[in-house]
């Protein structure tokens, strides 16, 4: 399958008319609109995964669709059909969607980074913008001052992304497999560019051989982790989840009422409830707080001279402190032997008569 073309493998996975049963941002639909709301591509452990609101469909770069205030009702609500009754029980243990929420621009990483939804529930997903400053102090590419759009990248030069340090290390983890085993792993989307390089998991010396170089990957001796650095400054999002079961049972006949109107195709169960196959999702920004973690040098130039001076300072006068006190016991022993010694010792006896 790591071989077959991307269009191919879509009608493999779940279709996006069938499983999308309702969406709105903001309160407008974006069901209708795929082609300027969403994006695809084929996960090697998902299938189908769609993109909303990447800001770029088909190498184009379209006007990003923002939010104005906060709340759930200004943000993305979707309604979704799993469609579990299709499932393969041998390679579907789980039951439910995956959901990744990153920049836009970014590859989506959504077994690495992404959260799990289940069937039957309305999760509600309030984001915060947390947006973090890196330093370079030495020029030692600590990290990327400017990011730059390598074509080497397998995910640049598939889906046309920006530049992470996940999407650059897991090239680089390919590139290593490609250049020590003369394949690479099926996960790799790379597997579009060489069909032909593809390992097999029933050749035993290429299984070995990826096993090595997974192992030196991990001990970070492939030089991944140094070439591929975050970048100096990167825009992420604290996510907060709540759940709330969904339909309830006293929604269900009105949904279902609801469902037949706007989406035909929907399956309803013969047992009467569809919580095994729907959930709704909900995300949306809890405030337009942005938290920004500014990294920089704990001990800077100015502050060691600072202490050096204070230091020196500090032990020069403990030193003439010393020195005075030492002078001043002399004195003082001095005085008192002077005192003793012209002082004339008398002695009072009581008188009798």
Wanted: net charge neutral; proline share 4%.
């Amino acid at each position: 399958m790591a071989g077959k073309d991307a269009s191919l493998l879509s009608l493999l996975g779940h279709n996006f008319d069938e499983m999308l049963l309702s969406c709105t941002f903001r309160g407008m639909s974006c069901r209708n609109y795929t082609e300027w709301f969403w994006t695809t591509f084929w996960h090697y452990k998902y299938g189908n995964c769609f993109v909303f609101n990447s800001g770029e469909v088909d190498g184009v770069k379209v006007y990003p669709l923002k939010s104005n205030n906060p709340g759930p009702s200004q943000g993305l609500n979707l309604e979704i059909n799993i469609d579990q009754d299709n499932y393969n029980g041998r390679l579907t243990p789980e039951a439910g969607i995956r959901v990744d929420i990153s920049a836009q621009g970014e590859m989506p990483f959504p077994l690495e980074r992404g959260v799990s939804l289940a069937p039957g529930y309305a999760t509600m997903i309030g984001l915060r913008k947390i947006v973090k400053e890196r330093k370079d102090p030495f020029n030692n590419k600590r990290c990327l001052d400017t990011v730059y759009r390598d074509e080497n990248n397998f995910y640049t030069r598939l889906f046309n992304v920006s530049y992470s340090s996940t999407a650059c290390k897991e090239s680089c983890l390919a590139y290593n497999q490609l250049a020590k085993c003369g394949c690479i792993e099926y996960r790799f989307p790379a597997g579009q560019l060489y069909t032909d390089f593809i390992c097999s998991v029933t050749d035993i010396a290429q299984v070995i051989c990826i096993d090595e170089v997974q192992k030196l990957f991990k001990d970070n001796k492939l030089n991944c982790t140094k070439s591929c650095p975050p970048p100096c400054r990167m825009e992420e999002f604290k996510k907060s989840s709540s759940f709330a079961i969904w339909p309830s049972e006293k929604y269900e006949p009105f949904f279902e009422e609801s469902i037949s109107k706007k989406n035909k195709k929907f399956q309803f169960t013969k047992s009467g409830s569809h919580r095994k196959n729907v959930l709704k999702l909900q995300v949306f920004f809890e405030d337009f707080d942005v938290d920004v973690i500014t990294e920089q040098r704990s001990y800077e130039l100015v502050a060691f001279v600072s202490d050096i001076g204070g230091q020196l300072g500090l032990w020069i006068g403990f030193s003439v402190l010393t020195v005075a006190e030492f002078l001043e016991l002399v004195m003082l022993l001095c005085h008192l032997a002077v005192k003793k010694c012209t002082t004339k010792r008398t002695s009072v006896r009581p008188f009798q008569e």
